[in-house]
């Protein structure tokens, strides 16, 4: 089964700073990937997801993007954060796609802009 | 639009007793998916349990089941036996055709303590 790993955990930057959080994937290849923002005691927002190499789909217009430069590496950046930038940053993997397959989850980055 | 909603924020139920957590979903398509993921205070999504909109069962996985009522338009979650490390957030999400790319859209979610 995969695994799915995010670093850092935490983070705290400055507004205007720029960002760059990171999801690898072990265990899978060619797996659909997603980053979803949390804010706090909300429900999960799709930002970005891919099906492969090079291949990004953005949901919600913002200064945020992500890039797949690798077949389990999927980074989500941005040049200069926001405080509404602030969340709980999850990226998931799918393996397959069909109507119930699955989607695991990593640990998730906290950021606090400030 | 898709959209799904939980329509209570937060829940009690008592140690080893049963709690329904509530989720109705707005799709036009005949074709979708069903899923409840927990996520306890450290952040993480586990994934509970997965109903599709043509079976004809309702879904079970351990002590969770799915009541799901197509016509009414809600996939419930049941938790029989409630244990204390059941307390956590739970979020309903729906998935529709196309299902190659995956997505699933979540709602605000349901806050379940289990009291001693």
């Known amino acids: 089964s995969q695994t799915i790993h995010q670093w850092p955990a935490t983070l705290v930057q400055p507004v205007g700073s720029p960002l760059s959080l990171e999801c690898t994937v072990e265990?899978?290849?060619?797996?659909?990937l997603y980053w979803y923002r949390q804010a706090a005691g909300r429900g999960l927002q799709l930002l970005f997801y891919?099906?492969?190499?090079?291949?990004i789909s953005s949901e919600v217009p913002q200064n945020l993007s992500a890039s797949r430069p690798q077949d389990r590496q999927f980074i989500l950046s941005s040049k200069k954060l926001l405080l509404s930038d602030s969340g709980f940053y999850l990226c998931?993997?799918?393996?397959?796609?069909?109507?119930?397959?699955?989607?695991?989850f990593g640990p998730g980055t906290r950021l606090l802009v400030l | 639009a898709q959209k799904i909603t939980q329509t209570q924020p937060g829940m009690f139920v008592q140690e080893k007793e049963a709690v329904t957590l509530d989720c109705t979903y707005d799709?036009?398509?005949?074709?979708?998916?069903l899923f409840w993921y927990k996520q306890p205070s450290s952040g993480e999504m586990i994934f509970l349990i997965y109903?599709?909109?043509?079976?004809?069962q309702n879904a079970t996985e351990g002590r969770y089941s799915l009541n799901f009522q197509k016509a009414r338009k809600s996939a419930n979650l049941v938790i029989s036996a409630s244990q204390l490390g059941d307390s956590a957030m739970y979020f309903c999400?729906?998935?529709?055709?196309?299902?190659?790319?995956?997505?699933?859209?979540f709602g605000q979610g349901t806050t379940l303590q289990v009291k001693p």
């Open positions: 998931a993997c799918q393996t397959g796609g069909s109507m119930g397959e699955t989607q695991y």
């Open positions: 265990g899978t290849s060619n797996p659909n």
């Open positions: 891919s099906v492969g190499i090079g291949q």
């Open positions: 799709t036009s398509d005949q074709s979708y998916g």
């Open positions: 109903q599709g909109s043509y079976d004809e």
């Open positions: 999400a729906m998935r529709e055709l196309p299902s190659n790319t995956g997505k699933l859209i």
